[in-house]
Structure formats: C-alpha cells, structure tokens
C-alpha cells in the first residue's frame, strides 16, 4: 500500500528542539517530492516547503524560511521537519504531503499534492 | 506570497449545485494551470478533488468539477449530499518551487 507513516504527537516546552519524521512505502521515495504542511488549531492549511530526497533539494516557503529545517534520510525512506527552537505558536497540527511535480518544454512546476500523512500534532507549552 | 482568498463559509440544501470560489493573483492562480482542491473532514487528512484547474483523480466523483478565469478559480459541486459537509481548500503554484493555499472555506449542508 502507498502511504505516508508520521511519527507520533509531540509535547514540548519552548526552547526546546524536535524533530518528526514521515516514512514513505509502496513507492519509490526518492522519485517524489515530499512537503510539509502545517495547520493551526482551528485553522487552514499553511504550505511550509518541500524536499526532493533524490538529491536534497528543499524549497521553503518565505513564511517558514529560517523557522525550520526540512531534510531526508533515503536510506529509511524519510522525511523530517525539524526546530531548533520551538515557540508556543509552533502548537499546531504537521502534514507531510507527497507532490507531485511536472516538467514540461524543459520548466518543472509543483503540480499537486496526491497523498498525505495522517498528520502529527505537536503541542507546545510551559 | 499571500494566501488565496476563499470564503470562509458557505451552505446549500441536499440536490443543489455550489461553486467555491479561490481568488490568487497574476503571480499564481493566473500564471498557471496549476489549481488544485482539496477536501478535509474533521480530524481527517486533506483528500486531492481536482487538480491542474479541472482535472480529477481517479475515484473522485464526477459531482466534482474545476475551472479557472483570469486570477480566480472555482470549485463546483453538483448534487450536493451530506457527505459533502467538510472544509475545501484551493491552492496553486506559485512560482520558484512554492504552493500557496486558500483560507479554506466550510461547506455546511442544511
């Protein structure tokens, strides 16, 4: 089955460091772009940014450039997010998403996002 | 790169016909035929409706339909049930390797 498996929900107090991780099976990890999502209680879905295992390659939306660190290990087929120091508005839900991204007449666009992670919640307070 | 701009909520009778709208700029929604929506019930991950403005994967139902003019994109849902009842979100490419999404908006069915 082709699925995203996340790891489990998170309480933390600010300062603190985390990482979460998403395991991709049933497909070929590194053929794929993996992005991360975040969505605040009670909240829409924000798009934080995105990483192709295959070489590394990670985007960050404007909004979360600096805030966190998105990377892969492709030798256990995952992805993480990770802060260095967590804040109490870092309270929120975190998707990672599979995307999918087309080329055409030699520009590549992400087009949409086809699978998701069934989220992990992290909790930050004192 | 602000978000795309959704009605917060919006509610319909079962049987009816309703259209979302998703409003970006010229440096998103009206740049590319990259739109996609997405569906989210309570406690649920996102599910992709439509994607690349009116295309749908397979298993989605046909009660779904996308379209696009200029910067603002729609989602219609025909026959509308009580299943619908969930949160949609737009979202399109956005240039350099980035997606921006909608507000989201709620449908209720009555």
């Known amino acids: 089955e082709v699925q995203l498996v996340q790891s489990g929900a998170e309480v933390k107090e600010p300062g603190e460091s985390l990482r979460i991780s998403c395991k991709g099976s049933g497909y070929i990890f590194t053929s794929y772009w993996i992005g991360w999502v975040r969505q605040m209680p009670g909240k829409g879905l924000e798009w934080m940014g995105v990483?192709?295992?295959?070489?590394?390659?990670?985007t960050y939306s404007p909004s979360f450039q600096g805030q966190v660190t998105i990377s892969a290990d492709t030798s256990i087929s995952t992805a993480f997010l990770e802060w260095s120091s967590l804040k109490a508005s870092d309270t929120a839900m975190y998707h990672c998403?599979?995307?999918?991204?087309?080329?055409?007449?030699?520009?590549?666009?992400?087009?949409?996002?086809?699978?998701w992670g069934q989220g992990t919640l992290v909790t930050v307070s004192s | 790169q602000s978000a795309l701009t959704q009605p917060a909520s919006v509610s319909g009778s079962p049987g009816q016909s309703f259209t979302i709208s998703c409003t970006g700029t010229s440096s998103d929604v009206g740049s590319y035929n990259l739109v996609s929506w997405y569906q989210q019930h309570p406690g649920k991950a996102p599910k992709l409706l439509i994607y690349?403005?009116?295309k749908r994967p397979s298993g989605v139902s046909n009660r779904f339909s996308g379209s696009k003019s200029g910067n603002m994109a729609s989602l219609t849902i025909s026959g509308l049930q009580a299943e619908d009842e969930a949160d949609y979100y737009c979202s399109s490419y956005a240039g350099s390797s980035t997606l921006v999404f909608g507000g989201g908006t709620k449908l209720t069915v009555l």
């Open positions: 998403a599979r995307t999918i991204r087309d080329c055409i007449g030699g520009s590549c666009y992400l087009s949409r996002i086809d699978l």
């Open positions: 990483i192709f295992p295959g070489d590394s390659d990670v």
């Open positions: 690349e403005v009116s």
